[in-house]
């Protein structure tokens, strides 16, 4: 019989976390040789945890793999043997399988270094505090985690437990978010006025969706996917216009089935955190990094329907930022989904070549008072500026040294894995490393807080509250944690 933690005892815990709950007798393993091997577990070892653990598995020791789903582990675990042959490792080292994340750290706890997190949203932050917990360097996918609340828990009790920590956000590795930086503080665009951005996500179902209970599939831990969320049956949905699948049904190619997990599950609040939450740490990341790293004010809404359970199927906003020492006040724009059956983006930059705007599935639009800079991608890994004639003279600017690298490049770009097992061993502190995602998630975040809220609000990031809509605060922490997963 599971029960429930009110939000107010939750809190309490979690930012007590990084004492009370902390193990005192063990401290994380902090000096490595830069050669070293570490010992590494990843959590949600198929679908991203498969590349994102063969992003390390080259240089380091893969010694459990742990999935809610037993199929999936088995078949990450031969995925593993396979790259080792491809990569005609010497590689002894077999990882155990779980799972339960809790019996993995409960069994091998003391042999492990570090802890890839991969699984859907919502289970990011339990998954990554007991890593914390048992003091063990952390990587998690992006969204850090789905609610502002555990975004800032789990970012002061690895801060406070001294471990290396990382997002799985790549663009932050690559060259083309620091080059924007540095044009726009350099003067490339002139000054910076607006910036807009967007994706074609969802690409999977969002809107209101119906739950059909359904029979949970051979080999899923239901209980360990669910983790802290609310206890409810595995199910299936619909749409309204689209049957939910039968559980015998073949899986149509080229369609996912309106199970909710693997995958579906983006579109739930309580598992995953919409379009914005899927993409947003990947399109928002050059924003937030060329704005200072800092927190908007206010965020304005407007999406189709949202409902209690489940995120719009389009939605667009307005971030404003305050005014800086280097920058004016400015809007940062957000589009996403699709509306009366056509991509929603936001108006094309007259300087933007129209071809490339039209096949941009999600970009980003720089707009300076002397020009634009333009990326048709989610990771800013090749952004361009316009007027050609202004990015010629921009590149005659660069070669006479005028405008200047000023942002150390990663090592490891597009590989954010990598570049944080690297930092341990390495003894550097990796570029997505939580001072940098917590923020940045929050930023994206808030979006989904005006979302639900169904109207604007303004956000005091020290405080972390909405102060024009008392109601819009019960969006920035989970309702309730099961009890066992808190
Ligand atoms: N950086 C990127 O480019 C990128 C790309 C895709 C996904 N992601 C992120 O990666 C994460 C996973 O996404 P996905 O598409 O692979 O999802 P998925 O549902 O396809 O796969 C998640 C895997 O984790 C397992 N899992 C679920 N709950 C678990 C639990 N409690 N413990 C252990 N294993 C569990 C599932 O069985 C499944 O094998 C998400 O946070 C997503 O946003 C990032």
Redesign the pocket.
Same mark, same amino acid.
């Given at each position: 019989m599971h029960t429930r933690i009110d939000r107010r005892t939750f809190l309490r815990t979690g930012s007590a976390l990084a004492t009370a709950m902390a193990m005192p007798t063990i401290l994380p393993r902090n000096v490595f040789g830069a050669n070293e091997k570490l010992n590494i577990a990843t959590?949600?070892?198929?679908?991203?945890?498969q590349s994102d653990t063969h992003n390390v598995a080259d240089l380091h020791n893969i010694v459990a793999l742990?999935?809610? !789903?037993m199929n999936?582990a088995e078949a990450a675990a031969k995925g593993l043997a396979k790259f080792y042959e491809s990569r005609k490792s010497d590689t002894k080292v077999e990882a155990k399988l779980y799972? !339960?994340?809790r019996k993995m750290f409960d069994a091998q706890h003391a042999g492990i270094d570090a802890v890839i997190v %991969?699984?859907?949203?919502h289970?990011?932050f339990p998954?990554a505090m007991w890593a914390v917990r048992h003091k063990k360097h952390v990587t998690v996918?992006?969204?850090m985690c789905n609610y502002i609340g555990e975004v800032r828990a789990l970012h002061k009790a690895a801060k406070a437990a001294g471990l290396v920590t990382q997002m799985?956000?790549?663009g932050r590795t690559m060259d083309g978010q620091r080059a924007v930086k540095e044009w726009i503080e350099q003067g490339a665009i002139g000054t910076l006025k607006e910036i807009r951005l967007w994706t074609n996500r969802p690409i999977w179902p969002q809107g209101p969706l119906h739950k059909h209970t359904a029979e949970t599939p051979a080999g899923?831990d239901w209980d %360990?996917?669910l983790?802290q969320e609310v206890e409810e049956p595995y199910f299936t949905f619909d749409d309204g216009k689209h049957d939910a699948p039968k559980a015998d049904e073949p899986k149509k190619k080229g369609r996912r089935g309106n199970a909710v997990?693997?995958?579906n599950?983006r579109g739930w609040w309580a598992y995953g955190s919409g379009a914005l939450g !899927?993409m947003g740490c990947?399109i928002m990341d050059a924003t937030f990094n060329v704005l200072g790293r800092r927190i908007p004010v206010k965020i304005e809404a407007k999406s189709s329907e949202v409902t209690d359970l489940t995120a719009p199927v389009w939605s667009e906003l307005v971030y404003h930022f305050a005014a800086s020492d280097t920058l004016p006040a400015l809007k940062v724009t957000w589009h996403d989904g699709s509306k009366d059956g056509k991509p929603n983006k936001p108006e094309r930059d007259p300087l933007v070549p129209e071809e490339a705007f039209a096949k941009a599935s999600s970009g980003m639009i720089f707009i300076g008072t002397e020009g634009t800079i333009f990326e048709p991608e989610a990771y800013c890994s090749d952004p361009k500026i316009y007027s050609e004639e202004r990015r010629k003279d921009v590149e005659a600017m660069i070669k006479s040294g005028k405008i200047k690298q000023t942002e150390a490049r990663s090592k490891y770009p597009g590989n954010p894995q990598k570049e944080w097992a690297q930092g341990i061993v390495e003894g550097f502190t990796p570029s997505s490393n939580f001072d940098y995602s917590a923020p940045l998630t929050e930023f994206v975040m808030l979006g989904n807080l005006a979302i639900r809220s169904g109207q604007a609000v303004s956000w005091d990031t020290t405080t972390g509250k909405v102060t024009n809509l008392e109601s819009a605060n019960r969006f920035v922490n989970r309702p309730a944690y099961r009890k066992g997963w808190e």
């Open positions: 959590i949600g070892a198929l679908g991203k945890g742990v999935d809610a !789903d999936r799972t !339960d994340f %991969s699984t859907p949203d289970t990011h998954a996918q992006k969204p799985g956000n790549q899923l %360990s996917w983790g997990a693997p995958f599950w !899927d990947h």
